[in-house]
């Protein structure tokens, strides 16, 4: 640690205090706090995992952790993109308050987000991040006790790297084939020439595992953050996971024919391509590769579980299972050829299902409910405010108030009242969400953004989710829509009203300043 990391950390240290829920000791472990290990994948769409009952995709170690587990079917990440979602996730606070909302950008005030990962090495946890970490700078970036990236280590300093251990073991040109090999092949799909021992799913859980056993051998709690590239693309499985699925037989979502005109300008154009990578416009002529992607989709979701199974086995066979909290979750998902799509288009709306929703389940042996879904309204923004309350670390005063609750009374056998929406923004569309409606409005892009004012002809959104699952009736500005629309609207200016805007800090300046 350098200086200004150990004097931040220390100070950070002085001020907190443990407060709220007392986890039960662990007998084991002799009353230490609980050990939290965060599994996390990218752009994970929610309902591709045999527990969300999809018929096809083959997640057995995921399946098991939310049958010994609780398991939220509507959670939602509250920005569509890697960086922002991370950082509201590590934080408790939406994009327009840590000033983060598309992936270049850099919070303007980082002292007064105190992440996660800070507070807990602050009250004695072991701190480790394995993977892709895809954080801004500014948000304490080294304060990790151990760390290895699998993505350009400039982006995510660490103590060792993906790049430099693939290349001595004399693969790094097949790692490249992987990446940007990827874009001349259609939809970005491939077979992966790389060893499975060489890749990136392979070192991020050897690292864990690493991690795990210096663990085991101290005597203080740890916080493992072991965060999968994938099944964000390139989608290039392995054969051997590929094999899984006979493209014959990948079932094609129902919307994948909607009308162009139906779709915002961006997603518009991504349809209408008939050149790699986003050839959606040559696919939706020939089906065999809208069926591909979706295959090797799945394929890289079995590797990614393949590899959550070889860390548990790990956490079990050290005997550190019984007081560690298991999460898995995403920061976002894919449309996996939902509207004809691929990907997420973050740049072309912010609203559709396939790329708001996430997977989230939480997993405690004998401290948690066991396989039990929760169908309220939750976002990866009540993830800080759970972890706080369960391991009773309490947050640094005279900040921002945290807009997400904790889930610990679920997680353990109570309830919460259902809230009545949840919001998820990016830069440009905000989408409102409540038990039934969503709505997702433009708003005016910032002058950094101005060219990206993909909206500004398009009414915006509304949709039924109970008749409508699909979201392929636009109901927006319907006469008989009005109370729905005006309510949702209502709930936007309340949210509004309520949530710190640093945002604009950064993003509201001239383009020249930006």
């Keep these: 640690m350098d200086r200004r990391s150990f004097l ?45 009952g999809h018929p096809f995709v083959k997640t057995p170690h995921l399946d098991r952790l939310a049958t010994e587990g609780v398991r939220f079917t509507r959670a939602y990440c509250p920005d569509g993109i890697c960086v922002p979602s991370r950082t509201s996730m590590f934080t408790g606070l939406y994009p327009s308050t840590t000033g983060v909302i598309y992936n270049s950008d850099r919070p303007p005030y980082p002292d007064r987000l105190h992440p996660l990962h800070s507070l807990l090495r602050a009250n004695g946890y072991l701190t ?16 990790w006790d151990m760390s290895a990236t699998t993505i350009n280590p400039r982006l995510d ?10 290349t001595q073991r004399g693969q790094y040109d097949s790692h490249v084939r992987d990446f940007q090999g990827s874009h001349k092949a259609d939809l970005m799909a491939h077979i992966s020439n790389t060893s499975p021992e060489n ?55 129902g919307n994948l024919s909607e009308p162009v005109e139906h779709l915002p300008q961006r997603m518009r154009e991504w349809r209408t391509r008939t050149t790699p990578p986003w050839d959606c416009g040559t696919a939706a002529q020939n089906h065999t590769i809208y069926r591909r992607y979706i295959a090797y989709y799945y394929a890289l979701m079995s590797e990614v579980d393949h590899h959550i199974g070889r860390i548990l086995s790990a956490l079990k066979a050290l ?95 109570k309830s919460i009242p259902d809230r009545p929406y949840l919001i998820s923004e990016n830069w440009s569309q905000v989408a409102v969400i409540d038990q039934r409606y969503k709505l997702g409005k433009w708003i005016t892009p910032p002058p950094k953004y101005a060219s990206w004012n993909w909206g500004k002809n398009h009414p915006g959104m509304l949709f039924d ?50």
């Design 8 to 52: 931040k950390t220390s100070a950070l240290a002085a001020t907190v205090a443990a407060s709220g829920f007392a986890a039960t000791p662990s007998r084991r472990t002799g009353g230490r706090k609980p050990n939290i290990l965060l599994l996390f994948s990218d752009q994970h769409k929610a309902d591709v995992m045999g527990c969300a």
């Design 128 to 143: 480790g991040c394995f993977g892709k970490r895809h954080f801004p700078r500014g948000l304490n970036e080294t304060d």
């Design 157 to 166: 300093p660490s103590d060792s790297n993906y790049y430099d251990w693939v």
């Design 199 to 253: 890749r990136t799913t392979a070192y991020l859980a050897d690292r864990s595992i690493e991690f795990l056993q210096k663990a085991g051998r101290e005597d203080r709690p740890f916080f493992c953050w072991s965060s999968f590239i994938y099944p964000h693309q390139p989608y290039t499985p392995l054969k051997r996971w590929a094999d899984l699925y006979d493209l014959d037989k990948v079932e094609l979502p």
């Design 319 to 413: 005997n550190l299972d019984d007081n560690t909290i298991v999460i898995y979750a995403s920061d976002h998902g894919d449309f996996v050829a939902a509207h004809g799509m691929v990907e997420k288009c973050a740049v072309g709306h912010n609203v559709y299902e396939d790329t708001l929703r996430v997977p989230l389940i939480f997993h405690w042996p004998g401290k948690f409910e066991q396989d039990i879904t929760c169908d309220g309204l939750t976002g990866l923004i009540d993830f800080y405010p759970t972890l706080l309350e369960l391991t009773g670390i309490s947050r640094p005063t005279g900040g921002y108030t945290l807009p997400g609750r904790s889930l610990a009374p679920v997680l353990t056998g």
């Design 465 to 514: 989710r109970k008749t409508d699952p699909l979201e392929v009736n636009n109901l927006i500005d319907k006469p008989e829509m009005e109370s729905v629309q005006n309510r949702l609207q209502q709930y936007l200016a309340e949210w509004q009203a309520a949530t710190p805007d640093d945002a604009k800090q950064v993003l509201f300046k001239s383009p020249a300043g930006a």
